[in-house]
């Protein structure tokens, strides 16, 4: 069954979105990292991360409510660990720190091998394999975690939302062996908020499975989610963890009041955390079996996973490569008729002309 979608010029979209954020007071480079994190969602099919949702974050959590402050600067704090770099973004523009944060790692990994950024007090970056993506087109082994915006994930045979949805993203440079770079990226509840948001706006059911209602009982209604579920049960638990214990050793908060300032004490923080790592591959090279390069090590070990009757698997990231491809095929990032119909109400925020009729139409 085919799928209707309008073809947007990537320019267009990038100057819709700067003048969205520049609306609402962000600086031009705040509103540049904006669109270059949205416009590569979209390129890439990620339709629970577009722009659509980071307007709808700064919304209800962002510059309107306090959450995020616009222009704010990053505070680089005293460390004496060489290859780590600890921050306090004040509550900057999530995109804006992260691509500045993913940049800082690359160059102290060309430096040390490998190098690292934690983050705390900052806003939503949005998506997390957007980072690692092109971190891994430039070469390196790339990492990012974070916590969420909200607790929204009840803990496995809990009721109450208490975790994020607590995002990992691994990218790796594997260009010369795939065609594209691996990206292994996934929110650590069964399904994401975004898309959970993505198939209210569109009149779709959610699976069995992918979240609770206000009494803790199973729903596949989006407009009756009370709390989300984690991915194979006490597993996705403890992979949330890890993005809450990384944000506590960082300075990070109860996760329970993250975006909520009214919820508890102002003495306690409101705010999410990242953490951000680069590696070299030449920093990890070893002893190659058949005397193989580290490159050609690569290429055998995936063409070994996906082979002897495997063939048909799929590697993480092979679909967003395949989405990128359609999107570069068309000249234009796809969007649905309910996204375009929400694009129409940011355009008509940020004062921009938009005529959804000279988008090309396509079915796929």
């Not at 194979?232 to 300075?251: D, F, R, V």
């Amino acid at each position: 069954m085919s799928t209707s979608y309008f073809v947007m010029p990537e320019d267009f979209h990038d100057r819709l979105l700067r003048a969205a954020y520049e609306t609402r007071g962000y600086s031009a480079n705040e509103a540049q990292a904006a669109a270059r994190l949205c416009g590569m969602a979209s390129r890439h099919g990620v339709r629970t991360h577009n722009g659509i949702k980071a307007l709808h974050l700064d919304d209800h959590f962002g510059s309107k409510g306090g959450g995020c402050v616009p222009s704010a600067r990053i505070e680089k704090l005293p460390t004496r660990y060489k290859a780590v770099e600890k921050w306090n973004g004040n509550k900057k523009l999530g995109m804006a720190v992260a691509f500045e944060a993913m940049e800082t790692c690359m160059k102290l990994a060309d430096e040390y091998g490998i190098g690292a950024v934690s983050v705390d007090h900052a806003f939503h970056y949005l998506w997390g394999g957007g980072y690692v993506i092109d971190a891994a087109d430039k070469g390196y082994i790339a990492y990012t975690c974070c916590t969420a915006a909200l607790a929204e994930v009840a803990p496995f045979q809990g009721k109450y939302p208490t975790l994020g949805t607590n995002p990992h993203s691994w990218g790796f440079p594997t260009r010369a062996a795939l065609g594209y770079s691996l990206c292994i990226d996934w929110a650590t509840s069964t399904v994401a908020m975004g898309r959970v948001q993505q198939f209210s706006r569109e009149g779709r059911q959610l699976q069995s499975g992918w979240a609770v209602d206000a009494e803790g009982r199973d729903t596949t209604d989006p407009s009756k989610v009370y709390a989300l579920v984690p991915f194979g049960q006490h597993k996705g638990y403890g992979m949330s963890l890890i993005n809450e214990l990384m944000a506590a050793y960082g300075g990070g908060s109860l996760p329970t009041l993250r975006c909520r300032p009214a919820a508890g004490a102002q003495a306690e923080k409101h705010t999410p955390s990242f953490f951000f790592q680069c590696i070299r591959p030449d920093a990890l090279a070893g002893d190659f079996a058949m005397g193989r390069s580290q490159a050609e090590n690569v290429k055998a070990v995936l063409q070994d996973i996906v082979g002897h009757g495997n063939e048909k698997c799929m590697f993480p990231g092979q679909m967003e490569a395949e989405a990128a491809a359609l999107s570069n095929k068309h000249g234009g990032l796809l969007f649905t008729a309910a996204e375009i119909d929400a694009f129409k109400a940011v355009a008509a925020e940020a004062r921009q002309p938009f005529d959804s009729n000279s988008f090309k139409k396509i079915e796929v």
